[in-house]
Every structure is written in structure tokens, then in C-alpha cells.
């Protein structure tokens, strides 16, 4: 069975459909490592299949879990949006199963999550904006912009979606130094994104997990947040300048949603 995703410039393209999710480059998670974010080694528990997520449930909405997140949390943000971007920002609850009119994009050889109603609504080459502004939004959000970290995109998008402090020039700095890893071959052909898990939740802030498999059949959560910046979602590297704030290795699906599924067991 086949069905329909987006391509970056908005034709289509076919993909397999019956599958948990669409494949994931390797190079996704290269740069991450490479500026930093790796809470252990692949190593350390990968090839066994035993590290585990932390169990840590969302948080209310408006709520910070920690006190370097209430520390850091974005105060005052407008709910002005870009010329053109209206979305509909009424469900602010945390999502516990794939949308239903989940969609897929491609970006060079990364097919990530997309959703007529939490966006991307708005596409400009690389850098894809207008994300409802909800929890929903920013974890589709998060998948389009950390997506382009590692190939020639990296700067307009560093520049336009990577929310604005030391972090972030820490980040360019160290990017600066780092070799393009653009990605050419089949869509989908180094892993698959299987699935997410919304860790805390505001209309400010988000931060969560992507799950992903690398194509060797490992699995792996890399957490980052997002903040509302500017009317839309921005990804907010650590002052060490790395876009993620880890990337552990996991067992398996148990723990998150999955992607045209439901939770995983």
C-alpha cells in the first residue's frame, strides 16, 4: 500500500505506508554529536537493547519542570504571527497518539512528520515555518529544523529557527568548523523517526524525544527543546551550542508514540 508525502517544494512523491514511520538519515544525528548533546555513547548500552528513557511525565501547560527551565523559560513572547501564518493554536493538550492527518516531507534523503493543521503551513527552500502553537506544533517544528543541521542549509536555517542567545552563537561557532554532510540517494534509506515523547509543555516552551532507528536496527532518543520566538517555534540549543540537550540510546518503542500507531509496548 502506498501512500502520498510532500516533497520540500510541495509536489508529491510515493512512500511505503504500511510502515511505523519513514526512514531517517544517519547524518540527522552526526552533527548533534559532533557539536555536542551525547549523554552516552552508543556503546553504552545500544548493542544490548538496555537503556531506557527517563519516566518523566509532562508537565501543566504553562509550567516549567525544573528551575533552570523556569530560569530560561521565554517571558512576554508575542502571539503575533509572520505576514500569511494563522494557525489554529486551540489544542494544548500533550499528544498521546499520531495525528490523524499526519503527512510526511521530504528533505534531501530525511522524510519527516507534517500535519496540515500543526504545519508546517509556510515553505521557503530549507527553512519550513508557521507551526501551531501547541505541543503538537512544536514537536513537528522540531523535526524540520534539527533535520538541517548537518548539510549546506545549516546557516538560513541556524539563522531564521534557532532561537536567538548565547546558544545559538555558540552553536554557529562551532558549526562553523564543521564540514557539509549534504545528503544525496532514495528518500528514506539510513534509518526511520518511529515515534515521540513530549517530555514538558507550555505555549513557551516544549522539550522532547524523537525516537529513531538507524538502519543497523539500534534505536535511539535525542531531546531537544523548542520556545516561542517571534510568532513561531524556534529550536533552542544549550549554551554549550549543541541543538540537542542528549542522545541516548534506547531498547526499543516502549515509552513513546508512535508515528501513524499508537502508544508503544
Not at 95 to 122: C, E, H, N
Amino acid at each position: 500500500m502506498l501512500s502520498k508525502v510532500r516533497e520540500a517544494d510541495g509536489t508529491t512523491a510515493q512512500a511505503i505506508g504500511h510502515r511505523r514511520g519513514p526512514l531517517l538519515s544517519a547524518a540527522f544525528l552526526l552533527p548533534m554529536l559532533l557539536v555536542g548533546g551525547c549523554a552516552q555513547s552508543e556503546e553504552d548500552g545500544a548493542a544490548n537493547g538496555t537503556a531506557q528513557p527517563r519516566p518523566t511525565a509532562p508537565t501543566a501547560a504553562g509550567t516549567a519542570s525544573t528551575p533552570a527551565e523556569r530560569a530560561t523559560q521565554p517571558s512576554g513572547t508575542s502571539e503575533g504571527r509572520p505576514a500569511g501564518c494563522s494557525t489554529s493554536d486551540t489544542d494544548q493538550a500533550v499528544p498521546s497518539r499520531s495525528p490523524a492527518d499526519l503527512k510526511w516531507m521530504i528533505y534531501q534523503t530525511d522524510l519527516l512528520p507534517a500535519s496540515p493543521t500543526a504545519g508546517p503551513l509556510k515553505v521557503d527552500g530549507p527553512v519550513w515555518s508557521c507551526f501551531a502553537r501547541t505541543p503538537l506544533g512544536s514537536l513537528i517544528a522540531l523535526h524540520a529544523v534539527s533535520a538541517k543541521m548537518g548539510g549546506s542549509d545549516w546557516k538560513v536555517v541556524a539563522e531564521k529557527q534557532l532561537a536567538r542567545g548565547p546558544g545559538r552563537d555558540e552553536f554557529v561557532a562551532r558549526r562553523s568548523k564543521l564540514a557539509d554532510k549534504n545528503k544525496t540517494g532514495t528518500p528514506g534509506s539510513d534509518g526511520t523517526f518511529l515515534g515521540f515523547r513530549i517530555l514538558t509543555a507550555s505555549k513557551d516552551q516544549v522539550t522532547s524525544m524523537i525516537l529513531a532507528q538507524t538502519k543497523d536496527g539500534r534505536y535511539a532518543a535525542v531531546t531537544a527543546s523548542m520556545v516561542w520566538e517571534d510568532g513561531d517555534w524556534k529550536l533552542r540549543p544549550t549554551l554549550t551550542g549543541s541543538v540537542t540537550e542528549s542522545i541516548t540510546p534506547v531498547g526499543g518503542t516502549e515509552g513513546f508514540v508512535l508515528w501513524g500507531g499508537g502508544n508503544g509496548s
